[in-house]
């Protein structure tokens, strides 16, 4: 098979850990006898230091004729980064919104998930990381506050911000069609999340969700308020499967279930539209004080590549050879310096970014 990848390196660690995910993806189409190809554009911060604004019409075209998207991390340290006293939507992160938005990637997948050899990284209960937990966070990512009007203008003498949160029934549906169909293929539950104890979109979002349920009588549904979500996620993780949800409250849920994984470092997404391609990135950010050091964990990004080749090109062999491969180099006992935490750092190999992709790399093999 052809694959035809764009690839944004971003800002921060984002170059080096696409470095480890190429080698890594050029490993499995060797392996398998794919023909992979790569055009990198700028996003974010490079792309403002290059072209004065996050985000060109030649890197959306590029994203576009691609089959898929495989992108590193945007962004730097909004305290000192001269990026951010540029308008709000000249800053890196419009750079990314403007990209989901031009390619219509509605559905954002982030899988949050606890291998067994990363238990002593998990900061939960003893009793909780032994049960483990396996979950799906279905983000709307084109809606809601996030695209809604905003302005900040005087009004009777002082200063006053908005932002709206709206949703419209089609793009409540259309992801929630996507948590039922995905929740058939996992373990058939969707925990719906909102807050529908105060918000009007909230309450539309509940109603929807519950139409598009009587389609899917296999699956079983019920509904979470966001602040129990919350509590829920450090309390019993295990009881997730498929977490619906909308974009702010699903950025920032997702964040919360990466961490009890032990590591951000660990955690891949997707976002998809309605045909088969997706763009695929690694659910954390630039890290912008650990750049160019050579300690950044690659594997959010490697299995954000394994995600790529599940959803973009069907190709479940080849994204279980990546997945296996991690959990080899876990089994193993090597680990980037994110994954230690207060675990006995004696017990484990310490490696850099790059050395966690060689080894990575040495453990692809035909399944
Ligand atoms: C994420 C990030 C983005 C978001 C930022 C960089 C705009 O936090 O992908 O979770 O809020 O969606
Ligand atoms: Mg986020």
């Known amino acids: 098979m052809k694959l035809n990848i764009t690839v944004i390196p971003g800002d921060g660690i984002g170059p080096e850990i696409i470095a480890e995910a190429k080698k890594v993806l050029d490993k499995v189409c060797d ?3 794919h023909e992979i190809s790569y055009k990198e554009v700028l996003m974010g911060g490079c792309s ?5 604004k996050p985000l060109t019409d030649e890197t959306i075209e590029a994203a576009r004729s691609a089959d898929a998207v495989l992108m590193g991390s945007i962004g730097g340290n909004t305290q000192t980064s001269p990026w951010y006293k540029l308008e709000p939507h000249l800053r890196p992160e419009a750079g990314l919104l403007g990209l989901r938005k031009a390619l219509s990637l509605f559905a954002n997948l982030r899988p949050a998930y606890l291998y067994p050899e990363l238990k002593e990284a998990c900061p939960l209960k003893e009793e909780m990381a032994d049960r483990g937990f396996d979950m799906l966070i279905m983000r709307e990512l084109t809606g809601g506050l996030y695209f809604g009007e ?3 203008k005087e009004v009777d003498g002082e200063m006053t911000a908005v932002d709206t949160l709206i949703y419209k029934e089609s793009e409540i549906r259309r992801i929630a069609i996507k948590a039922f169909e995905v929740a058939r293929k996992r373990r058939k539950s969707v925990i719906s999340v909102d807050k529908a104890n105060v918000l009007d979109s909230s ?6 969700v519950e139409e598009v349920r009587k389609d899917y009588p296999d699956v079983e549904l019920s509904h979470m308020l966001v602040d129990n979500c919350a509590m829920q ?9 498929v977490v619906l949800t909308e974009n702010m409250f699903g950025d920032i849920l997702s964040d919360e279930a990466s961490m009890i994984t032990g590591s951000i470092g660990m955690l891949p997404s997707a976002s998809l539209n309605d ?9 954390h950010g630039s890290a912008p004080d650990i750049a160019g050091k050579d ?11 394994a995600m790529m080749l599940r959803y973009s090109f069907n190709l479940d062999k080849e994204a279980d050879s990546i997945e296996e491969a991690v959990r080899q180099v876990l089994r193993d006992g090597y680990r980037t310096v994110d994954l230690l935490g207060a675990a006995d750092a004696g017990s484990f190999k310490k490696v850099g970014c790059k050395e966690m992709g ?5 453990r692809i093999a035909v399944l």
């Open 203 to 208: 309450r539309l979002w509940r109603k929807v």
């Open 275 to 283: 045909s088969s391609f997706g763009l695929y990135e690694p659910s």
């Open 295 to 305: 300690i950044a964990n690659p594997i959010a990004t490697v299995l954000s590549a």
């Open 150 to 152: 905003r302005s900040t």
């Open 31 to 33: 392996l398998y006898g």
């Open 48 to 52: 403002i230091d290059a072209y004065g």
């Open 358 to 362: 060689d080894l990575l790399v040495e």
């Open 233 to 241: 996620l450090v309390r019993d993780p295990a009881q997730f499967d």
